[in-house]
């Protein structure tokens, strides 16, 4: 269907949308940012019959997996972070689903490396 | 003031997770006091008036009345109810909360009060929950109606006092495409005004110079005309 003129009311209330996705998204992925990646890893050694727990996070930098150990009154707030992170990760999809979408309606298009709005 | 009750039959439209928040919210007794504000509130006007169609946004805001007690106790802990239904709690920049889950956003406001020392985010101990301050929401929190649906009810603001505080905040808005939809939600009320209770309204707040040229602008723009607004504002 062809739509020559856009009505004023419909693009308002999209591109008002489509700044509030962008704002969380960009608030999302700050939080994100600001939580630690990786997971969790309780390593048991057993020393002379009595087996001891090190928690270490393990998470990937380049190329490298590495490991740091965490000391054990940081581990509550670490898990937490770490919760936080993969909840926010399954959140931020539907923002980038909608940003997609109502670009594709108001024929918004976005620079692939830079994100940034190029259509103007 | 407190306008009558209404009724709306069968199902309003919402998704599924959005009907289970505000049943969840009302079995509280959330909407004692507290109010549904945005454009979530169009979506009531929408079944109850069938005034044209509106989306709605990713954004659910509620205007939430503060406590005149100086040491209120926690009678429901929002936060608590929110993590059941699924919403994770994200702090924002000044440590405001924001209750996210598929997609949509959860966002308490409360009235500003213009006080100089006024705090980016105030705290409401009485919900453990903490709201964004922001100007004229009175309006909204003291002119309300019951809405009742198939399994809860929800308060939300009379369509005059919705109408009133989008001409005055339309203005005040940065960004073109918002004025522009609040505007254009402004034209579409007009439709179903009640003369009288847009008069109380009126009457019920003392506003700036400032803020009369604002309303007389966002008239002009949608070209509303009314014997109430030209009388106390519009000199």
């Known amino acids: ?120 | 003031m407190e306008f009558p009750e209404i009724n709306i039959p069968g199902k309003i439209p919402l998704p599924d997770h959005i009907h289970e928040l505000f049943a969840e919210l009302c079995s509280v007794g959330f909407f004692q006091k507290s109010v549904l504000i945005g454009t979530w509130a169009i979506t009531f006007y929408r079944a109850i008036y069938k005034i044209i169609p509106q989306a709605y946004t990713s954004d659910i805001d509620f205007a939430v009345q503060l406590a005149v007690k100086k040491k209120p106790v926690v009678k429901v802990d929002l936060e608590e109810v929110l993590k059941r239904l699924g919403y994770v709690t994200h702090l924002v920049t000044g440590g405001l909360q924001k209750f996210v889950h598929l997609g949509y956003d959860v966002e308490f406001l409360v009235h500003d009060r213009r006080l100089k020392k006024e705090p980016d985010v105030i705290k409401i101990p009485e919900w453990n929950i903490n709201a964004q301050p922001v100007p004229f929401i009175r309006l909204l929190l003291e002119n309300t109606q019951k809405v009742c649906s198939e399994n809860f009810y929800i308060r939300i603001p009379t369509p005059e006092a919705f109408f009133f505080h989008k001409l005055i905040i339309a203005q005040r808005r940065q960004r073109e495409e918002k004025r522009e939809k609040d505007l254009r939600q402004c034209e579409a009320l007009s439709r179903i005004l009640d003369n009288e209770r847009l008069r109380q309204v009126i009457t019920s707040e003392r506003l700036s110079k400032d803020t009369k040229r604002k309303i007389k602008r966002s008239c002009e723009t949608i070209y509303f005309q009314n014997e109430h607004l030209e009388q106390w504002y519009l000199p």
Do not use: W
């Not at chain 1, 990760?89 to 539907?94: A, F, N, R, V």
């Not at chain 1, 490396?113 to 259509?119: E, I, R």
């Open chain 1, 1 to 120: 269907m062809n739509v020559e003129e856009k009505d004023s009311m419909i693009v308002s209330i999209l591109m008002d949308e489509y700044n509030h996705c962008q704002e969380m998204l960009g608030e999302l992925l700050k939080t994100i940012s600001d939580c630690p990646k990786g997971a969790l890893h309780i390593q048991k050694r057993t020393i002379n019959g009595r087996t001891y727990t090190y928690p270490y996070l393990i998470f990937r930098k380049g190329p490298r997996v590495e490991r740091v150990y965490i000391k054990k009154d940081k581990l509550p707030e670490l898990k937490e972070k770490l919760e936080l992170r993969n909840k926010l990760i399954h959140e931020i999809k539907p923002y980038q689903n909608r940003i997609r979408y109502i670009e594709k309606i108001l024929g918004i298009s976005r620079n692939k490396h830079t994100g940034k709005d190029t259509s103007s």
